[in-house]
Protein backbone atom coordinates (compact mmCIF):
# COMPACT_ATOMS: atom_id res chain seq x y z
CA UNK A 1 0.00 0.00 0.00
CA UNK A 2 2.40 3.05 -1.36
CA UNK A 3 -0.65 5.85 0.14
CA UNK A 4 -0.32 4.29 3.81
CA UNK A 5 0.34 6.24 5.83
CA UNK A 6 0.65 3.90 9.14
CA UNK A 7 3.16 1.69 5.74
CA UNK A 8 3.01 -1.63 5.28
CA UNK A 9 3.42 -4.19 7.87
CA UNK A 10 6.95 -6.57 7.69
CA UNK A 11 6.53 -10.14 7.72
CA UNK A 12 7.66 -11.79 11.23
CA UNK A 13 11.44 -12.27 10.31
CA UNK A 14 12.14 -8.80 9.34
CA UNK A 15 10.17 -7.17 12.18
CA UNK A 16 12.63 -4.98 14.18
CA UNK A 17 13.17 -6.02 17.74
CA UNK A 18 13.31 -3.51 20.70
CA UNK A 19 14.00 -6.37 23.31
CA UNK A 20 17.98 -6.14 24.37
CA UNK A 21 19.22 -6.55 27.25
CA UNK A 22 20.86 -4.50 30.01
CA UNK A 23 23.99 -3.04 28.57
CA UNK A 24 27.07 -2.88 30.64
CA UNK A 25 26.90 0.79 31.11
CA UNK A 26 22.69 0.83 32.13
CA UNK A 27 24.04 -1.36 35.26
CA UNK A 28 23.83 0.47 38.44
CA UNK A 29 25.45 -0.51 41.25
CA UNK A 30 23.97 -0.87 45.17
CA UNK A 31 26.35 2.23 46.27
CA UNK A 32 25.33 4.43 43.34
CA UNK A 33 21.92 3.83 43.75
CA UNK A 34 21.52 4.33 47.93
CA UNK A 35 23.77 8.01 46.35
CA UNK A 36 20.83 8.35 43.76
CA UNK A 37 18.17 8.07 46.53
CA UNK A 38 20.29 10.36 49.08
CA UNK A 39 20.34 13.09 46.53
CA UNK A 40 16.73 12.88 45.51
CA UNK A 41 14.90 16.20 46.30
CA UNK A 42 11.69 14.80 46.20
CA UNK A 43 12.33 12.78 49.63
CA UNK A 44 13.38 16.17 51.03
CA UNK A 45 9.91 17.70 49.93
CA UNK A 46 7.97 14.96 51.12
CA UNK A 47 9.37 14.54 54.39
CA UNK A 48 7.30 18.15 54.94
CA UNK A 49 4.61 16.17 54.64
CA UNK A 50 4.89 14.38 57.74
CA UNK A 51 4.47 15.40 61.50
CA UNK A 52 7.71 16.57 63.52
CA UNK A 53 9.14 14.17 66.00
CA UNK A 54 7.15 13.43 69.28
CA UNK A 55 3.69 14.89 68.08
CA UNK A 56 1.76 12.09 67.23
CA UNK A 57 1.86 8.53 69.03
CA UNK A 58 5.09 7.49 71.20
CA UNK A 59 8.34 9.56 70.76
CA UNK A 60 10.56 9.09 67.70
CA UNK A 61 14.04 10.60 68.45
CA UNK A 62 14.03 10.84 64.15
CA UNK A 63 12.43 13.60 61.53
CA UNK A 64 10.38 11.54 59.18
CA UNK A 65 12.92 12.30 56.33
CA UNK A 66 15.47 9.37 58.15
CA UNK A 67 12.14 6.98 57.34
CA UNK A 68 11.50 8.16 54.02
CA UNK A 69 14.98 8.16 53.35
CA UNK A 70 14.58 3.74 54.54
CA UNK A 71 11.71 3.60 52.39
CA UNK A 72 13.40 4.12 49.41
CA UNK A 73 16.65 2.17 50.13
CA UNK A 74 14.42 -0.66 51.47
CA UNK A 75 13.89 -1.82 47.95
CA UNK A 76 17.05 -1.27 46.99
CA UNK A 77 18.61 -3.27 49.33
CA UNK A 78 15.60 -5.75 49.45
CA UNK A 79 14.76 -5.84 52.97
CA UNK A 80 14.16 -3.99 56.08
CA UNK A 81 16.66 -5.94 57.62
CA UNK A 82 19.01 -4.70 55.48
CA UNK A 83 18.66 -1.32 55.17
CA UNK A 84 19.16 -1.17 58.75
CA UNK A 85 22.26 -3.16 58.42
CA UNK A 86 23.37 -0.86 55.92
CA UNK A 87 22.75 2.22 58.00
CA UNK A 88 24.57 1.23 61.40
CA UNK A 89 27.79 1.79 59.33
CA UNK A 90 28.97 4.60 60.90
CA UNK A 91 30.25 5.47 57.42
CA UNK A 92 26.80 5.06 55.56
CA UNK A 93 24.99 6.78 58.74
CA UNK A 94 27.53 9.88 57.96
CA UNK A 95 26.89 10.11 54.28
CA UNK A 96 22.95 10.13 55.38
CA UNK A 97 23.91 12.95 57.65
CA UNK A 98 25.43 14.97 55.11
CA UNK A 99 22.39 14.45 52.44
CA UNK A 100 20.36 15.96 54.95
CA UNK A 101 22.65 18.75 55.97
CA UNK A 102 22.88 19.51 52.14
CA UNK A 103 18.92 19.35 51.75
CA UNK A 104 17.53 20.68 55.06
CA UNK A 105 20.40 22.45 56.52
CA UNK A 106 22.42 22.13 59.15
CA UNK A 107 19.97 22.55 62.17
CA UNK A 108 18.32 20.00 60.75
CA UNK A 109 21.45 17.45 60.57
CA UNK A 110 22.44 18.32 64.09
CA UNK A 111 19.84 17.55 65.90
CA UNK A 112 20.05 13.53 64.08
CA UNK A 113 21.19 11.00 66.66
CA UNK A 114 24.73 9.62 66.20
CA UNK A 115 23.01 6.43 65.27
CA UNK A 116 20.58 5.20 62.46
CA UNK A 117 16.92 3.73 63.74
CA UNK A 118 16.58 0.16 64.19
CA UNK A 119 14.53 -2.62 62.52
CA UNK A 120 12.09 -1.90 65.71
CA UNK A 121 11.94 1.92 65.15
CA UNK A 122 11.58 2.06 61.28
CA UNK A 123 8.83 -0.68 61.79
CA UNK A 124 6.85 1.80 64.08
CA UNK A 125 7.55 4.52 61.80
CA UNK A 126 5.91 2.56 59.48
CA UNK A 127 2.89 1.48 60.88
CA UNK A 128 2.31 5.39 62.48
CA UNK A 129 4.24 7.62 60.68
CA UNK A 130 4.30 6.48 57.09
CA UNK A 131 1.13 4.61 56.19
CA UNK A 132 -1.21 7.05 57.64
CA UNK A 133 0.33 9.74 55.40
CA UNK A 134 0.41 7.28 52.50
CA UNK A 135 -2.40 9.18 50.25
CA UNK A 136 -0.77 12.59 50.95
CA UNK A 137 2.86 10.90 50.15
CA UNK A 138 1.51 9.24 46.78
CA UNK A 139 -0.30 12.35 45.65
CA UNK A 140 3.31 14.26 46.14
CA UNK A 141 4.75 11.43 44.16
CA UNK A 142 2.76 11.78 41.02
CA UNK A 143 2.91 15.66 40.81
CA UNK A 144 6.92 15.46 41.29
CA UNK A 145 7.03 12.54 38.69
CA UNK A 146 5.16 14.11 36.56
CA UNK A 147 7.19 17.09 36.74
CA UNK A 148 10.24 15.01 36.43
CA UNK A 149 9.60 13.90 33.46
CA UNK A 150 8.76 17.04 31.80
CA UNK A 151 12.12 18.39 32.82
CA UNK A 152 13.74 15.49 31.52
CA UNK A 153 11.90 15.94 28.06
CA UNK A 154 9.45 13.74 27.87
CA UNK A 155 5.98 14.45 26.36
CA UNK A 156 7.66 17.73 25.32
CA UNK A 157 5.27 20.93 24.25
CA UNK A 158 7.29 22.22 21.89
CA UNK A 159 7.54 18.84 19.42
CA UNK A 160 4.99 18.22 16.69
CA UNK A 161 2.80 15.38 17.55
CA UNK A 162 1.95 13.64 14.13
CA UNK A 163 -0.80 11.13 15.39
CA UNK A 164 0.24 8.45 12.70
CA UNK A 165 4.15 8.38 13.73
CA UNK A 166 4.26 9.01 17.45
CA UNK A 167 7.57 9.09 19.65
CA UNK A 168 8.94 7.23 21.66
CA UNK A 169 9.08 9.62 24.49
CA UNK A 170 5.29 10.86 23.62
CA UNK A 171 3.88 8.02 24.61
CA UNK A 172 3.11 6.13 28.13
CA UNK A 173 3.20 2.69 28.82
CA UNK A 174 1.54 0.52 31.51
CA UNK A 175 0.69 -2.56 33.08
CA UNK A 176 -0.09 -4.71 36.38
CA UNK A 177 2.33 -7.59 37.69
CA UNK A 178 2.00 -10.04 40.43
CA UNK A 179 5.08 -9.99 42.97
CA UNK A 180 4.66 -13.59 45.15
CA UNK A 181 3.12 -13.23 48.30
CA UNK A 182 5.27 -13.06 51.49
CA UNK A 183 4.34 -16.97 52.30
CA UNK A 184 2.92 -19.65 50.36
CA UNK A 185 0.56 -20.49 53.75
CA UNK A 186 -3.09 -19.38 52.73
CA UNK A 187 -4.61 -20.36 56.30
CA UNK A 188 -3.59 -19.11 59.83
CA UNK A 189 -3.19 -22.35 61.32
CA UNK A 190 -1.71 -24.92 59.60
CA UNK A 191 -0.87 -28.80 61.15
CA UNK A 192 2.31 -30.26 60.90
CA UNK A 193 2.61 -33.00 59.02
CA UNK A 194 5.17 -34.97 60.92
CA UNK A 195 4.06 -33.90 63.91
CA UNK A 196 0.56 -33.16 63.91
CA UNK A 197 0.64 -29.97 66.36
CA UNK A 198 -0.73 -26.48 65.34
CA UNK A 199 1.79 -24.18 63.99
CA UNK A 200 0.94 -20.50 63.55
CA UNK A 201 1.52 -19.00 60.01
CA UNK A 202 1.99 -15.16 59.03
CA UNK A 203 -0.13 -14.81 56.52
CA UNK A 204 -0.77 -11.86 53.77
CA UNK A 205 -4.35 -10.64 54.06
CA UNK A 206 -4.13 -8.67 50.86
CA UNK A 207 -3.16 -11.76 48.97
CA UNK A 208 -5.85 -12.88 47.17
CA UNK A 209 -5.54 -15.39 43.94
CA UNK A 210 -4.58 -14.02 40.60
CA UNK A 211 -5.37 -15.30 36.80
CA UNK A 212 -2.24 -13.36 34.93
CA UNK A 213 -1.62 -12.90 31.34
CA UNK A 214 -4.97 -14.08 29.53
CA UNK A 215 -3.37 -13.40 25.92
CA UNK A 216 -2.56 -16.80 25.74
CA UNK A 217 -3.13 -19.41 28.51
CA UNK A 218 -3.38 -18.24 32.36
CA UNK A 219 -1.61 -18.65 34.59
CA UNK A 220 -2.14 -18.72 38.66
CA UNK A 221 -0.65 -16.46 40.71
CA UNK A 222 -1.12 -15.82 44.51
CA UNK A 223 -0.38 -12.20 45.81
CA UNK A 224 -1.17 -8.75 45.30
CA UNK A 225 -1.29 -6.74 42.36
CA UNK A 226 0.20 -3.50 41.80
CA UNK A 227 -0.41 -1.43 38.09
CA UNK A 228 2.79 0.91 37.27
CA UNK A 229 2.70 3.68 34.19
CA UNK A 230 5.84 5.18 33.07
CA UNK A 231 7.33 6.84 30.50
CA UNK A 232 10.82 6.92 28.64
CA UNK A 233 13.14 7.82 26.03
CA UNK A 234 15.70 5.99 24.22
CA UNK A 235 18.07 5.13 27.55
CA UNK A 236 17.47 2.84 30.15
CA UNK A 237 17.32 5.33 32.90
CA UNK A 238 15.48 7.74 31.00
CA UNK A 239 12.44 6.51 32.17
CA UNK A 240 10.15 7.94 34.88
CA UNK A 241 7.55 6.29 36.48
CA UNK A 242 4.54 7.83 36.85
CA UNK A 243 2.01 6.09 38.76
CA UNK A 244 1.10 3.07 40.35
CA UNK A 245 -2.11 1.66 41.77
CA UNK A 246 -3.52 -1.87 43.89
CA UNK A 247 -5.28 -4.21 42.10
CA UNK A 248 -7.70 -5.22 43.87
CA UNK A 249 -10.22 -7.16 41.65
CA UNK A 250 -8.78 -10.05 40.34
CA UNK A 251 -11.13 -9.97 36.84
CA UNK A 252 -9.07 -9.06 33.74
CA UNK A 253 -10.98 -6.47 33.76
CA UNK A 254 -10.50 -4.74 37.07
CA UNK A 255 -6.66 -4.31 36.06
CA UNK A 256 -7.99 -2.70 32.64
CA UNK A 257 -10.48 -0.04 34.44
CA UNK A 258 -7.75 1.24 37.10
CA UNK A 259 -5.62 1.48 34.02
CA UNK A 260 -7.98 3.94 32.22
CA UNK A 261 -8.01 5.51 35.13
CA UNK A 262 -4.10 6.22 35.71
CA UNK A 263 -4.14 7.28 32.30
CA UNK A 264 -6.69 10.10 32.22
CA UNK A 265 -5.35 11.51 35.44
CA UNK A 266 -1.91 11.20 33.68
CA UNK A 267 -3.48 12.93 30.69
CA UNK A 268 -4.43 16.37 32.64
CA UNK A 269 -0.83 16.11 34.40
CA UNK A 270 0.97 15.49 31.17
CA UNK A 271 -1.00 17.72 28.36
CA UNK A 272 1.13 16.94 25.84
CA UNK A 273 1.26 13.19 25.80
CA UNK A 274 -0.20 11.19 22.79
CA UNK A 275 -0.97 7.80 23.72
CA UNK A 276 -0.75 4.91 25.90
CA UNK A 277 1.11 1.43 24.65
CA UNK A 278 -0.73 -1.87 26.90
CA UNK A 279 -1.39 -5.41 26.61
CA UNK A 280 -4.05 -7.70 25.49
CA UNK A 281 -6.32 -6.66 28.67
CA UNK A 282 -6.92 -3.51 27.09
CA UNK A 283 -10.56 -4.01 24.92
CA UNK A 284 -12.29 -1.84 23.16
CA UNK A 285 -14.38 -0.38 25.83
CA UNK A 286 -10.95 0.78 27.28
CA UNK A 287 -9.59 2.28 24.26
CA UNK A 288 -12.97 4.31 23.38
CA UNK A 289 -12.66 5.69 26.69
CA UNK A 290 -8.73 6.51 25.97
CA UNK A 291 -9.24 7.80 22.66
CA UNK A 292 -12.50 9.92 24.21
CA UNK A 293 -9.50 11.56 25.99
CA UNK A 294 -7.63 12.67 23.35
CA UNK A 295 -5.04 9.35 23.63
CA UNK A 296 -3.79 6.95 20.76
CA UNK A 297 -4.45 3.78 22.15
CA UNK A 298 -1.60 0.91 20.99
CA UNK A 299 -2.59 -2.50 21.85
CA UNK A 300 -3.64 -5.52 19.93
CA UNK A 301 -7.30 -6.90 18.98
CA UNK A 302 -7.95 -9.47 21.79
CA UNK A 303 -7.93 -12.79 19.97
CA UNK A 304 -9.34 -13.19 16.70
CA UNK A 305 -11.85 -10.53 15.54
CA UNK A 306 -13.67 -11.94 12.45
CA UNK A 307 -14.41 -9.15 9.66
CA UNK A 308 -17.97 -7.68 9.78
CA UNK A 309 -19.61 -5.67 7.12
CA UNK A 310 -19.53 -1.79 7.19
CA UNK A 311 -21.26 -0.23 4.69
CA UNK A 312 -21.84 -0.25 0.81
CA UNK A 313 -21.16 3.15 -0.87
CA UNK A 314 -22.27 4.58 -4.12
CA UNK A 315 -19.80 7.71 -4.81
CA UNK A 316 -19.70 6.51 -8.98
CA UNK A 317 -21.70 3.78 -10.82
CA UNK A 318 -19.65 0.96 -9.57
CA UNK A 319 -20.14 1.31 -5.61
CA UNK A 320 -18.04 -0.09 -3.20
CA UNK A 321 -18.60 -2.74 -0.58
CA UNK A 322 -16.87 -1.66 2.69
CA UNK A 323 -15.77 -4.04 5.64
CA UNK A 324 -13.77 -4.03 8.70
CA UNK A 325 -11.24 -6.15 9.27
CA UNK A 326 -7.97 -6.56 11.24
CA UNK A 327 -8.87 -3.05 12.63
CA UNK A 328 -9.17 -1.02 9.13
CA UNK A 329 -11.29 -0.56 6.46
CA UNK A 330 -10.84 -3.29 3.65
CA UNK A 331 -13.17 -3.22 0.59
CA UNK A 332 -14.42 -6.56 -0.20
CA UNK A 333 -13.31 -7.25 -4.02
CA UNK A 334 -14.71 -9.83 -6.76
CA UNK A 335 -11.38 -11.70 -8.02
CA UNK A 336 -10.97 -13.80 -11.41
CA UNK A 337 -12.47 -17.01 -9.49
CA UNK A 338 -15.51 -15.68 -8.52
CA UNK A 339 -14.62 -15.40 -5.24
CA UNK A 340 -14.13 -11.96 -2.86
CA UNK A 341 -10.77 -10.98 -1.12
CA UNK A 342 -10.47 -8.71 1.28
CA UNK A 343 -7.85 -5.79 0.61
CA UNK A 344 -7.07 -3.18 2.92
CA UNK A 345 -7.41 0.24 2.21
CA UNK A 346 -5.00 2.83 2.22
CA UNK A 347 -5.47 5.37 4.53
CA UNK A 348 -3.84 8.87 3.85
CA UNK A 349 -4.11 10.45 7.36
CA UNK A 350 -5.23 9.62 10.94
CA UNK A 351 -6.75 12.85 11.79
CA UNK A 352 -7.57 13.95 15.67
CA UNK A 353 -10.19 16.46 16.41
CA UNK A 354 -9.90 17.65 20.15
CA UNK A 355 -13.11 18.79 21.18
CA UNK A 356 -13.50 20.81 24.49
CA UNK A 357 -15.39 17.67 26.27
CA UNK A 358 -13.73 14.82 23.98
CA UNK A 359 -11.85 14.12 20.62
CA UNK A 360 -12.87 12.00 17.63
CA UNK A 361 -10.88 10.62 15.46
CA UNK A 362 -10.90 9.52 11.39
CA UNK A 363 -9.05 7.51 8.90
CA UNK A 364 -9.16 9.39 5.68
CA UNK A 365 -9.12 6.64 2.95
CA UNK A 366 -8.23 6.48 -0.48
CA UNK A 367 -10.58 4.22 -2.28
CA UNK A 368 -8.70 2.85 -5.80
CA UNK A 369 -11.35 3.17 -7.98
CA UNK A 370 -11.50 3.14 -12.45
CA UNK A 371 -14.22 6.09 -12.27
CA UNK A 372 -11.26 8.13 -10.25
CA UNK A 373 -10.06 7.43 -6.77
CA UNK A 374 -12.40 8.36 -3.88
CA UNK A 375 -11.70 10.10 -0.39
CA UNK A 376 -13.53 9.23 2.32
CA UNK A 377 -13.50 9.50 5.99
CA UNK A 378 -14.51 7.21 8.68
CA UNK A 379 -14.53 7.93 12.33
CA UNK A 380 -12.47 5.23 14.34
CA UNK A 381 -11.28 4.07 18.06
CA UNK A 382 -14.96 5.57 19.22
CA UNK A 383 -18.06 3.90 19.96
CA UNK A 384 -20.73 6.47 19.54
CA UNK A 385 -23.89 6.46 22.07
CA UNK A 386 -26.89 8.28 22.00
CA UNK A 387 -25.14 10.88 24.64
CA UNK A 388 -22.83 11.69 21.65
CA UNK A 389 -23.93 14.77 19.30
CA UNK A 390 -26.02 12.91 16.49
CA UNK A 391 -25.18 13.06 12.81
CA UNK A 392 -27.49 13.74 10.32
CA UNK A 393 -27.63 12.19 6.84
CA UNK A 394 -26.59 14.66 4.54
CA UNK A 395 -29.18 13.37 1.80
CA UNK A 396 -32.16 13.35 3.89
CA UNK A 397 -31.60 15.09 6.84
CA UNK A 398 -32.61 12.35 9.14
CA UNK A 399 -30.83 11.47 12.02
CA UNK A 400 -28.01 8.78 11.75
CA UNK A 401 -28.23 5.96 14.56
CA UNK A 402 -24.89 6.03 17.18
CA UNK A 403 -22.82 2.53 16.92
CA UNK A 404 -24.54 1.43 20.17
CA UNK A 405 -28.09 1.64 18.43
CA UNK A 406 -26.79 -0.36 15.84
CA UNK A 407 -24.81 -2.60 17.96
CA UNK A 408 -21.88 -2.11 16.50
CA UNK A 409 -18.62 -1.54 18.14
CA UNK A 410 -16.54 0.77 16.58
CA UNK A 411 -13.62 1.02 18.96
CA UNK A 412 -13.09 -2.45 18.80
CA UNK A 413 -13.63 -3.27 15.59
CA UNK A 414 -11.41 -0.04 14.04
CA UNK A 415 -8.14 0.91 15.98
CA UNK A 416 -6.61 4.47 15.57
CA UNK A 417 -3.50 2.36 14.47
CA UNK A 418 -4.66 -0.65 13.01
CA UNK A 419 -2.89 -3.62 14.18
CA UNK A 420 -1.55 -4.83 10.52
CA UNK A 421 0.80 -1.56 10.09
CA UNK A 422 4.56 -0.70 10.11
CA UNK A 423 3.60 1.97 12.49
CA UNK A 424 1.97 -0.66 15.25
CA UNK A 425 4.77 -3.22 14.66
CA UNK A 426 7.14 -0.32 15.63
CA UNK A 427 5.17 0.96 18.61
CA UNK A 428 3.75 -2.22 20.20
CA UNK A 429 7.12 -3.54 21.55
CA UNK A 430 7.48 -0.21 24.01
CA UNK A 431 5.42 -2.02 26.15
CA UNK A 432 8.00 -4.29 26.71
CA UNK A 433 9.87 -1.64 28.87
CA UNK A 434 6.79 -2.52 31.41
CA UNK A 435 7.94 -5.57 31.81
CA UNK A 436 11.43 -3.92 32.65
CA UNK A 437 10.11 -2.32 35.46
CA UNK A 438 8.05 -5.51 36.94
CA UNK A 439 11.75 -6.68 36.54
CA UNK A 440 13.54 -4.06 38.38
CA UNK A 441 10.75 -4.89 40.92
CA UNK A 442 10.98 -8.02 41.41
CA UNK A 443 14.49 -7.70 41.85
CA UNK A 444 13.96 -5.43 44.62
CA UNK A 445 12.21 -8.03 46.32
CA UNK A 446 14.20 -10.65 48.85
CA UNK A 447 13.59 -13.75 47.79
CA UNK A 448 11.19 -12.11 45.08
CA UNK A 449 8.64 -11.94 47.31
CA UNK A 450 6.20 -9.65 48.14
CA UNK A 451 7.86 -7.67 51.17
CA UNK A 452 5.30 -6.62 53.57
CA UNK A 453 2.10 -7.67 54.97
CA UNK A 454 -0.95 -5.96 54.40
CA UNK A 455 -1.90 -3.58 50.97
CA UNK A 456 -1.04 -0.26 52.72
CA UNK A 457 1.92 -1.21 54.13
CA UNK A 458 3.08 -3.16 50.32
CA UNK A 459 1.87 0.48 49.14
CA UNK A 460 4.86 2.09 51.24
CA UNK A 461 7.12 -0.27 49.46
CA UNK A 462 5.82 0.16 46.24
CA UNK A 463 6.46 3.93 46.95
CA UNK A 464 9.57 3.03 47.84
CA UNK A 465 9.86 1.40 45.24
CA UNK A 466 9.29 4.18 42.74
CA UNK A 467 11.00 6.89 44.59
CA UNK A 468 14.15 4.92 44.26
CA UNK A 469 13.92 3.97 40.26
CA UNK A 470 13.08 7.70 39.65
CA UNK A 471 16.12 9.26 41.96
CA UNK A 472 18.73 7.24 39.70
CA UNK A 473 16.81 8.39 36.34
CA UNK A 474 17.05 11.64 37.76
CA UNK A 475 21.34 11.14 38.87
CA UNK A 476 21.36 9.93 35.51
CA UNK A 477 19.97 13.10 33.63
CA UNK A 478 21.63 15.45 35.58
CA UNK A 479 25.27 14.04 35.03
CA UNK A 480 23.95 13.37 31.06
CA UNK A 481 23.55 17.46 31.38
CA UNK A 482 26.88 17.50 32.96
CA UNK A 483 28.49 15.84 30.73
CA UNK A 484 26.80 17.64 27.55
CA UNK A 485 27.56 21.14 29.03
CA UNK A 486 31.51 19.75 29.66
CA UNK A 487 31.61 18.65 25.62
CA UNK A 488 30.65 22.38 24.36
CA UNK A 489 33.15 23.97 27.20
CA UNK A 490 35.89 21.96 25.82
CA UNK A 491 34.38 22.59 21.77
ZN1 LIG B 1 -1.42 -6.87 31.93
ZN1 LIG C 1 -15.85 4.20 -7.23
Redesign the pocket.
Known amino acids: MPDDVFGTPKPHPERPNRKRQLTDQDQRSIAERVRDCLDYPLLYEMAELLPPPNVVGCPREYPGIVYLIMAALTPVTKSKRSTTGLLASPQDWRSVRASIRRHLGRRAAAALPLTAPSRGQYQDALNNLLVPAADALEEAFRRYAAQQALSQGLFPSDTPKVWSRPERRQLLVG ?2 TVPKAPSKARAVEIADEDTGLIRNHRVDPAARIYY ?2 GEKEKRRVRGTKWFFASGRDTGYWTRVILSFAHVAGGEYED ?1 AAIAVRQFRVLKDALPHCMGVV ?4 FRGVHRDALARAGLLAINKQHGSVAPVFYERISPCRSGHELWCDQGRIAESIRIDDGTRILEPLPITKLEHRAGAAKSRWYHVLKIPCRHGDHDYRVPVGITTTPADRTLRCVDTGKRIKSDSERGFHRAEYLQQIPEASLTHQLLYPYRADSESVHSQFDQSLWNRRMIAYGVDRQKIFVLGFALSQNATSHQIHLQARINAQQVLRIA
Open positions: DAENEYDGA
